[in-house]
């Protein structure tokens, strides 16, 4: 099995709870750390799903 992220996700997300910052949607690289908060297990960035980021950008750990 090879690593290639341009693939399409055997198990994706909806689009609004994809990672905002690296657009991930595979659920298993989309790990749930309490009831409000998800981590990207590709780029490490913390945010709520389906929540838009504050200013538009990324959240990351510090202002989630």
Do not use: I, K
Request: glycine residues 6%; negative net charge.
């Amino acid at each position: 099995m090879n690593c290639n992220h341009d693939e399409s996700p055997v198990d994706p997300v909806a689009q609004e709870d994809a990672c905002p910052n690296c657009g991930e949607r595979e659920s298993d690289e989309l790990v749930w750390l309490d009831d409000e908060r998800v981590e990207c297990q590709r780029c490490r960035t913390v945010y709520r799903p389906g929540a838009p980021a504050p200013d538009g950008g990324p959240t990351d750990s510090s202002s989630v």
